[in-house]
C-alpha cells in the first residue's frame, strides 16, 4: 500500500481489537493515511471501549463504536439493523479504501465477523457507500487445528517487521490488556493478509448473497 498519495480508509469490524489483529501492522505501516475505524460492539463496555479509544490513539486513526447485541449465545443480528448502524457510524460515505471481515471469518467460527462482511459488501453492492476498492481479511485456522494465520496466496500478503509487528503485539498485550498467554496475544499474527476486490460484483459472488 506504501503511496505517497494520501488516501482515506475505512476499518469495519465487530469488536475491539480485531482491527489490531487482523490489520494493525498496515495501519502501523502507513500513519499518513486519514484512518476511520468503526467498531460494531461493545460501547457500553466501559473497559473494552476505553481501550479501543486508547488504541485509536496509537494508530493514529479516527473512529466510533457501536453497540450492537453481543451476547454469548450469539443470535443472528437483523440484517437492516446492522446495515444502518455501519452508516451512522461512518463519517461519510466515500472512501478510497474499506477494510473488513472476510466472508469466512477469520477463524473457526465467529457469525459476528460473517455479519459484517456481508453487511459491508451489500452496502457497497448497492451503493449506499463508495469505495475504490475493498479488502477483506485473509486468514484461516483450519477448522480450529491452529492459530489463525495469514493466508500466503492471498491477493496481499505482507510479513510484518518486527518493529511492526512488537507494536501491534503490545497494543494487544499492553493497550487491549490481554494477557501474554491468552488467546489473542498468542494469536497476534506476525504476517497480514487480504483479499481484494475492485468491484461490489466481485466481492458479492465470493459470500453469494441471494
Given at each position: ?113 460473517e ?26 485456522d ?31 498485550t ?37
Open positions: 500500500m506504501n503511496s505517497k498519495e494520501r488516501k482515506s480508509i475505512a476499518v469495519i469490524v465487530a469488536h475491539p481489537d480485531d482491527e489490531t489483529l487482523w490489520a494493525g501492522g498496515l495501519i502501523l505501516e502507513n500513519p499518513l493515511n486519514d484512518w476511520f475505524i468503526v467498531c460494531l460492539c461493545r460501547a457500553s463496555d466501559k473497559e473494552r471501549s476505553a481501550r479501543f479509544k486508547n488504541a485509536l490513539v496509537l494508530l493514529k486513526a479516527q473512529g466510533a463504536m457501536g453497540d450492537l447485541d453481543d451476547g454469548p449465545h450469539q443470535h443472528p443480528l437483523d440484517e437492516t439493523e446492522l446495515e444502518a448502524e455501519i452508516l451512522r457510524l461512518l463519517p461519510g460515505t466515500h472512501f478510497d479504501l474499506i477494510l473488513t471481515h472476510d466472508s469466512a471469518g477469520e477463524y473457526t467460527k465467529h457469525l459476528r465477523h455479519e459484517v462482511n456481508k453487511a459491508v459488501v451489500t452496502l457497497w453492492h448497492n451503493e449506499k457507500i463508495q469505495a475504490g476498492e475493498l479488502w477483506t481479511f485473509a486468514y484461516e483450519g477448522n480450529k487445528a491452529y492459530f489463525p494465520k495469514a493466508i500466503e496466496y492471498a491477493s496481499v500478503f505482507e510479513s510484518l517487521s518486527e518493529k511492526i509487528w512488537l507494536k501491534k503485539y503490545k497494543l494487544i499492553q493497550t487491549y490488556g490481554f494477557a501474554e498467554d491468552s488467546w489473542e496475544a498468542e494469536t497476534t499474527p506476525m504476517s497480514e493478509a487480504f483479499w481484494q476486490f475492485k468491484d461490489a460484483h466481485s466481492a458479492k459472488q465470493k459470500i453469494k448473497i441471494e
